[in-house]
RNA sequence: GCCCGAAUGGUGGAAUGGUAGACACGAGGGACUUAAAAUCCCUUGGCCAUUACCGGCUGUGUGGGUUCGAGUCCCACUUCGGGUACCA
């Protein structure tokens, strides 16, 4: 019988279908094991080769796992609200649930092909109504709830009522947009729509006036994560700042524990460096400066306490409200335009613009330590957001305020011992200082670090600034003014922003007859008929961002069929978290910061049982895709081979990897491809062999080097593709797609199959293993064990091949020893490994298997092999006995004939001997 | 700029501080075949040596260091990836 995997590969997973295998039910008497992917986008271009990488490995460690014996969990869904098939809406108006809907059929049967063992009862789509019930009734609980920082922790918005109700703010230590303070009686005082505005101030959950990402092209907001470089991720359009009314998640709030949270995770330090940054903690002191002539005090915030005596002016960022208040009539028409000007910029521009601008605002500030008079300026270096908008400059010691200073002819006073600052700053946090002295601290000949601490304790003392922390991680925007999305399940009252009653939920998306705003600029559910209550109240228009959907998804997945809740206790106790998340490093800032936030919010309402998510991560590299080009002369349809192409002009082409072959073009299918190319004529070296030139660039359709794994399983099965996928290289790793060397995979399952058969007879009997394979089997074990647990399935398959080697070689049939091998094989090629599984006369699937254990009695090696080396220099081998003691193992390695040579006319200074491994013999 | 990570044959890549290049691709040679495909065998870092078997030198981006011994550890540098940024 010859390996055909299309009829292997069809009938188990019909039979794995038919007999609900990988069905999963929560059972106390095994231990659980949660094995997560990140679910796809489900897009209309379908899987390629690149997709399937981290669901295979997840795949191999869930049915690793399984035989280990663990009851595994793993699931599969679609993370199906998402901008392309909304802007795909908008072209064709097409429905995107229909799109959405054909898109997730196509994924399936391509996931299908490929032989996962995921438990498809458990599927969840985020656009479903009776999933994003759950991401409402999340988002109600957010907005029902504040942070209390002294409890560190997220409590019932009632709390906080009842609170403000007897004690007003005072003593109240609350994560909020801004600091207030009301008494009880003013609280109490106030009607509903103030208390409503002032609740905002605290809701995690919240409406406020912000700087949002606008992208007008797209007509929505973005939250900063979608936003790389003043553009946006999803189509690269142009982002702007604005300030709007959104809804917002106060992520902000759990900065600090979202960072102290990671050093308890077994993820990558790159990608927990990745999420340090991101919340970008940054001790510093907060400080008033006094503006002179008025009663305002400006509020900045400096990690460099210790330079305050080298202020020689301020700036506002031009968004800053003290603009406002403090220019001069007579610069307020400069100062205006300034901020106009600013303001028509986009992201990208006043990033890309690194020129010194600024205006001066007429005011001056009071240095609190000093008492110097330092002019204000405006300048749009400053970020709004960041700190408080606000600055102290100490041109010596940073380098944009020393570029500014230069540009407007400001004063540079140098505060560290040997600084140089006449043409650069000095902007190192080491030294002594100098010219740091007021009328009440006097900071001179203290090194820079203890500077700051005293400054800090001085400024704290006078009650002139405190301590603070800050934080780079923003509160997250969560409105989007899109179609495609979950609704809020929010309506307004009398103006007041009200959550509908959870009886309510799912509030579902409405229809619309287009998917773009409305004339007068509402989002597009402003065109849903009838979008009220019963009541007649109106409902929220915007919708939610993609990250509603897919920040809690994982616990959807404990008890997917819940209707009561998002997820029963008794489910959510026997699952807890995700043991192993496998996914691409992209979403390090985004959905890994959201979900990680989401699950703390509900395990501080007890709503969960574990505080982070996703225990243990791992990230696959990408695969990119490999492009071929043909070089084309410049106005000519002839085509020149890579190797001659330096002796002309040549554009490069990209061209279909289909028609090339190991870089060698097929100049047939070429002239074939497209009209254009019909009479293409080619210039080629003597061999008339037409050579591609190749880069390696993102896989996509544009750059026609596509490789769709639907036809790889075709030609070679999915058990091959699995393989190879991991033989490719490291998992972590990103890599090209290369299918050159997938023969070698192929070949390597059909030498497998040899073992098995020979023509039609069936090769395993009940003969007595050799040692010789047992020791190949049990180093298999022993290599494969360890290296799944590593996630180095390259090195795997390698040991595979070189076992299955060797047992062909020795021509090894004993049952015993193959059906441990395809136990071992099963997680990487589960249908071959089944098939033979099953023609080894077993009645059970081979996932009822178990893991083999490592025998270190067929491991011992009948002769160690030590390296004699001289001066760490030439080397021989002796063979020695496993247990030959050093000392002997010593006397032989002087005692070699081969030794003598080296030994000639020469002291021996001392031998040295790593057991197992080598004899050095010093010699003089 | 800052923070990570990487650099090993023609290629993808292996090597708890201990015989560098596992495994695979590609290439070259051979067997089988009328031929091709498939399959199998041999060779394959470079240089040198050779009558065969033995062999010699050199070699993991560059320069130093630690060590009996370094691809691996330390310092400095170069190049390439990735993340991030007027973050005060």
Not at 236 to 265: H, N
Not at 716 to 729: H, I, N
Not at 771 to 796: G, M, P, Q
Request: aromatic share 12%; proline share 5%.
């Amino acid at each position: 019988m010859e390996y055909n995997h299309r009829v292997i590969e069809q009938r188990w997973q019909q039979y794995w279908k038919d007999n609900a295998t990988y069905h999963t039910v929560i059972d106390n008497s095994r231990p659980k094991y949660y094995v997560l992917d990140m679910f796809p986008y489900p897009s209309g271009a379908g899987l390629h080769v690149g997709h399937p990488l981290g669901y295979i490995a997840s795949d191999i460690y869930s049915r690793y796992k399984r035989l280990q014996g663990f009851n595994v969990l793993h699931p599969m869904g679609y993370d199906a609200y998402g901008l392309p098939a909304e802007q795909y809406a908008i072209q064709t108006g097409q429905h995107p649930e229909i799109t959405t809907r054909q898109n997730i059929a196509r994924y399936r049967s391509q996931l299908d092909k490929i032989g996962f063992c995921y438990d498809w009862d458990r599927e969840v789509r985020t656009c479903d109504p009776r999933y994003y019930h759950w991401t409402q009734w999340a988002f109600k609980r957010m907005f029902d709830s504040w942070y209390d920082n002294t409890a560190d922790k997220a409590r019932p918005i009632a709390d906080l009522e009842s609170y403000l109700a007897e004690h007003g703010t005072e003593g109240l230590n609350a994560a909020a947009t801004k600091k207030l303070n009301i008494s009880a009686q003013e609280w109490n005082d106030m009607d509903p729509k103030a208390k409503s505005d002032t609740l905002m101030n605290y809701r995690l959950a919240f409406l406020a006036n912000t700087m949002v990402n606008w992208c007008p092209k797209l007509g929505t907001v973005l939250a900063n994560d979608e936003v790389s470089e003043g553009l946006s991720i999803r189509g690269g359009y142009p982002v702007e700042q604005r300030l709007m009314y959104q809804w917002c998640l106060r992520v902000s709030a759990y900065a600090d524990r979202l960072l102290r949270g990671l050093d308890r995770l077994d993820w990558s330090d790159s990608l927990k460096e990745t999420q340090r940054n991101w919340i970008g903690r940054s001790e510093g002191a907060q400080l008033n400066f006094h503006v002179a002539d008025t009663d305002i005090d400006m509020t900045i915030f400096t990690t460099r306490a210790d330079t305050v005596f080298g202020v020689t002016f301020m700036v506002l960022a031009p968004e800053s409200k003290y603009v406002d208040m403090i220019t001069t009539p007579d610069h307020r028409a400069e100062v205006d335009e300034y901020v106009a000007a600013t303001r028509r910029k986009t992201e990208r521009e006043r990033m890309i613009d690194k020129k010194v601008s600024g205006v001066f605002t007429g005011a001056y500030a009071i240095n609190p330590l000093s008492g110097k008079r330092i002019p204000i300026w405006v300048s749009d270096y400053v970020l709004a957001g960041y700190g408080t908008g606000a600055i102290m400059a100490v041109p010596a010691h940073d380098s944009r305020d020393w570029a500014f200073a230069r540009h407007f002819d400001l004063p540079i006073i140098p505060l560290i011992e040997g600084a140089d600052v006449s043409e650069a700053s000095f902007d190192a946090k080491e030294g002594i200082m100098i010219n740091s002295e007021g009328p009440e601290l006097n900071l001179n000949g203290l090194t820079v670090k203890d500077a700051i601490a005293r400054t800090k304790e001085f400024i704290k003392e006078k009650g002139i600034g405190d301590v603070k922390v800050n934080y780079r991680l923003r509160d997250a925007i969560f409105s989007r003014q899109r179609y495609w999305g979950e609704p809020f399940p929010v309506y307004y009252k009398d103006g007041i922003p009200t959550m509908l009653d959870d009886r309510d939920l799912p509030l579902l998306l409405p229809e619309v007859d287009k998917y773009l705003p409305t004339e007068d600029g509402q989002p597009p559910l402003g065109r849903a008929k009838n979008w009220t209550t019963p009541e007649g109240y109106p409902l929220e228009l915007n919708t939610m961002p993609g990250f509603a959907g897919s920040s809690a998804y994982y616990l959807r997945y404990m008890d997917p069929h819940n209707d009561e809740a998002l997820v029963s206790t008794e489910a959510n106790n026997y699952w807890r978290q995700v043991d192993l998340y496998i996914g691409g490093t992209e979403h390090a800032t985004g959905h890994l910061i959201y979900s990680r936030f989401w699950n703390k919010f509900l395990y501080d309402l007890g709503l969960v049982v574990e505080d982070e998510p996703f225990r243990r991560l791992v990230n696959q590299g990408m695969i990119q895709g490999r492009s071929n080009f043909v070089y084309r002369i410049k106005d000519t349809n002839t085509f020149v081979s890579h190797e001659l192409k330096k002796d002309y002009d040549t554009t490069p082409i990209h061209v279909d990897i289909n028609l090339v072959s190991n870089d060698i073009l097929d100049k047939e299918a070429f002239r074939q491809w497209r009209p254009e190319f019909n009479t293409a004529e080619f210039i080629t070296a003597d061999d008339g062999i037409y050579r591609c030139g190749y880069a390696v660039e993102k896989m996509s359709k544009s750059m026609f080097n596509v490789v769709n794994p639907d036809d790889i399983v075709e030609k070679y099965g999915a058990d091959t593709l699995r393989l190879y996928e991991m033989f490719l290289g490291p998992l972590q790793q990103s890599k090209p797609w290369d299918t050159n060397g997938i023969d070698g995979v192929n070949r390597f399952l059909k030498k497998l199959w040899g073992l098995f058969y020979k023509g039609d007879t069936f090769l395993p009997d009940n003969s007595e293993p050799s040692r010789e394979a047992l020791r190949s089997l049990h180093r298999l074990i022993k290599k494969v064990t360890a290296d799944i647990e590593n996630f180095s399935y390259n090195t795997s398959v390698a040991a595979f091949m070189i076992c299955v080697n060797e047992l062909s070689a020795m021509k090894c049939h004993s049952s015993e020893v193959l059906s441990q091998l395809l136990i071992l094989l099963a997680p990487f090629a589960p249908h071959i490994t089944e098939q033979l599984w099953h023609d080894l006369g077993n009645e059970n699937t081979i996932c009822d298997a178990t893991w083999p254990v490592a025998d270190d009695k067929y491991l011992v090696e009948d002769s160690v092999n030590y390296a004699v080396s001289f001066n760490g220099k030439a080397r021989f081998n002796i063979q020695v006995s496993p247990d030959t003691p050093s000392d002997e193992v010593q006397a032989r390695a002087l005692a070699d004939p081969a030794a003598a040579r080296w030994l000639e006319g020469k002291t021996v200074v001392k031998v040295i001997v790593v057991p197992r491994k080598i004899v050095n013999i010093v010699i003089k």
